[in-house]
């Protein structure tokens, strides 16, 4: 309970700050963004009467799932990261309406988000659940907040080891984050057998480089400091957070997701020595418990992907596919045909640069063209290199969705 | 001059709203972050009487040159990009009495910010003319202030590809950049001899960046924009930014410099095909005609070196090797013995991570070792993979140098 106050105390006084004195900080923020005093978060949400997986309807398109773990498709699968957001005007609408976090912890809002990209590009491949990394530490008691024009910042980060101290390292996740699991099981009905729905959640590094950092970094300084100087300490919480990690995606299986992607967006940060110490070894052991659990729990044991941004280096692929996990998701920094050369039958996800989207459909479709030539259309999601931008055109993501859609199955017919 | 005033009205305008909003913008900026109405940047300096190069004492310490150009060392050669900078107690000391352009445009300023790590660390092998990438694009017309806390910022950056008819695409460079050339010509002379002078230039891409997004930018949204959108206009603002790139350089040597690094910092941020169309002939162009000119007016022939940070790809370093660039300098985001054997005999710079500095001096060394081991002693110059940061110890910059000194003469003498 310590934990949680000493949180409390210092962020309540700068998110007043924030308030009063920009007139910027998020609506609805104060109060939610960390356990309330029983260790709860969003507990006074219109919680969701979960349907088990074995009452939900067949899947009708199930592309992504089969070019995941490399079984034929008629056509390459489609979707797009960070699909569901602000480039939308319909997300800006509801946005408006609730602070960042709040719309995450409503079920029904972050449901309604969630579908608004299928509702509007319906031959979309897959629904990705609303939501964001940085709950999990939430769920350890750290506040994070919204801050427009800036991003996420934490106003307490971990500053010394002993900072650990307060953190809670095994929350427990129905109390902390039952609410994204209510997101999951009502994006599930509401899909409705379309088309799979993506859970996801960070990587241990990538969220302990948010935890130290405080928001966004160039240099991860304050995190690297802590690799150099804090080893143990680093690889504690770096098995904390892959404890939480795992059972968290477990849970989302559980509660309906199909296929699980990992994101170590810091991953390029580091140099290759510090990424296998730091980074890979747990981003393979998420693969591989994640999946021990799945079996154990007689749950579907489902698709992984795992998007290293930035991490392409000689073996570092390879090192990836030969993880448990299914599919490499790649940034648009590798060409891919040499991409493909290098992980054979490996699953690949990727990885038109998200700025080609500023182009013309035209120009976007040429684009797809040549990704689908070097990566081929098996084996193959095709996905951006990287999330949506806030200012692309809707128009030119559908351009995307049908260049992909229509020449992958021209490609494979003419294979016929 | 219709270019300047276009210029000249809205910069005015801001740079006065963030004086009086913020106070936080910086010291003696207005009016001289542009030419003047003659077309002059920094006419009121106190200008030097350059001396001529066959003038100058001859060199005492030629590891860098020689590194540079595959020629046998004792020891490994070491520098530090953004050795002169915030890091140092003496120069924020100086930093406080001026604007950051002023600093640029002030030869004595200037001089002494330049020679402060030397005369900090006496063992160092080579000076880096201070200055900023960003005085091309003010020379060519645009205005450029350094904002606290935020770095540099274009009041008016190029929106659209008519924007480029504002601009001096050919600036005379003794009138606007010629307070360089007499840093350059007045550092020269004030090491006198002791350790070679480095003189520098962002790369073309790198300059359009900062032109078009009028800062940094995380994406390089608008900037690809105008990749993907006027590739014409790109290529004219690319190509005139090398020819004065290639003249600045070359005068840079007939000034005093007796090494060329050009930086394409943002090379990275291009996928394969559009690095290979925007930024890298534009790099083999620079390196072959600096190296022709140089001849032709019968100045020394200078090694080069080239850092296109984040360019590790398949091919990519290889590509760079078999350009006029004698050096290929690494960012730490590359295992050194796999750069070594991608690049052979080629000569390397590199690429300690910045943030390594962060650790005891003890575990620095130890990283140096594995650096020096990955590298070897020769063709090689000890470097980090990026700049200092503002808040390294200059202690630890200095555990760094003694270690490549003190290790690599160690493993040359086993060798014997």
């Keep these: 309970m310590e934990a949680l106050l000493f949180f409390a105390g210092a962020g309540a006084a700068l998110i007043l700050t924030s308030n009063h004195e920009t007139g910027k900080s998020d609506k609805k923020t104060y109060g939610e963004n960390r356990p309330d005093a029983h ?23 199930d592309r992504l799932l089969k ?3 490399g079984e034929p498709t008629d056509r390459t699968p489609v979707w797009m990261m960070r699909q569901a957001g602000r480039y939308l005007p319909e997300f800006r609408e509801l946005r408006k309406k609730a602070d960042f976090f709040n719309m995450c912890q409503e079920p029904e809002l972050a449901c309604q988000v969630s579908l608004q990209p299928l509702e509007r590009f319906p031959t979309l491949d897959a629904v990705i659940v609303f ?24 106003p307490n980060p971990l500053k010394l080891p002993t900072d650990l101290e307060k953190l809670v390292m095994k929350p427990e996740l129905e109390k902390t984050l039952g609410y994204v699991f209510d997101v999951v099981n009502l994006v599930r009905q509401k899909v409705n057998g379309r088309v799979p729905v993506i859970g996801f959640s960070g990587a241990p590094f990538t969220l302990m480089g948010y935890m130290i950092e405080g928001g966004g970094s160039k ?7 802590w690799l150099l100087n804090h080893p143990v ?32 967006s810091n991953g390029g940060d580091l140099g290759p020595e510090q990424y296998y110490e730091f980074s890979y070894p747990y981003l393979a052991q998420i693969a591989r418990r994640v999946k021990e659990e799945l079996k154990k729990k007689k749950l579907p044991v489902v698709p992984m992907t795992v998007f290293a941004r930035g991490v392409n280096f000689e073996g570092a692929l390879e ?14 920094c590798i060409d891919p045909t040499v991409a493909r050369n290098r992980l054979k039958n490996t699953s690949i996800q990727g990885n ?8 013309s459909p035209g120009r976007i479709r040429q684009e797809v063209g040549k990704m689908l030539n070097g990566f081929g259309t098996q084996n193959y999601i095709a996905n951006l290199g990287h999330g949506m931008h806030p200012d692309h055109d809707p128009e030119h993501a559908h351009a995307f969705i049908k260049a992909v859609q229509e020449l992958s199955l021209e490609m494979n017919q003419n294979k016929k």
């Design 131 to 154: 939501s964001d990394i940085l709950v999990i530490p939430q769920a350890m008691g750290m506040e994070v907040i919204m801050v427009a024009g800036k991003g996420p910042v934490f």
């Design 233 to 264: 300490e680093s690889h504690r919480l770096l098995q904390a957070l892959t404890d939480i990690i795992v059972e968290y995606t477990v849970r989302k299986v559980e509660a309906g997701a199909q296929l699980l992607q990992i994101f170590e």
């Design 67 to 69: 070019a995941a773990v």
């Design 219 to 225: 240099t991860l300084s304050n995190a690297k400091r």
């Design 319 to 332: 090192k990836l596919a030969a993880t448990e996990f299914d599919a490499v998701s790649l940034d648009w």
């Design 39 to 61: 260790g709860n978060i969003a507990a006074n949400r219109k919680k969701v009467q979960r349907v088990p997986l074995k009452e939900f309807p067949p899947l009708l398109n």
């Design 352 to 359: 038109l640069d998200p700025c080609t989207l500023y182009a």
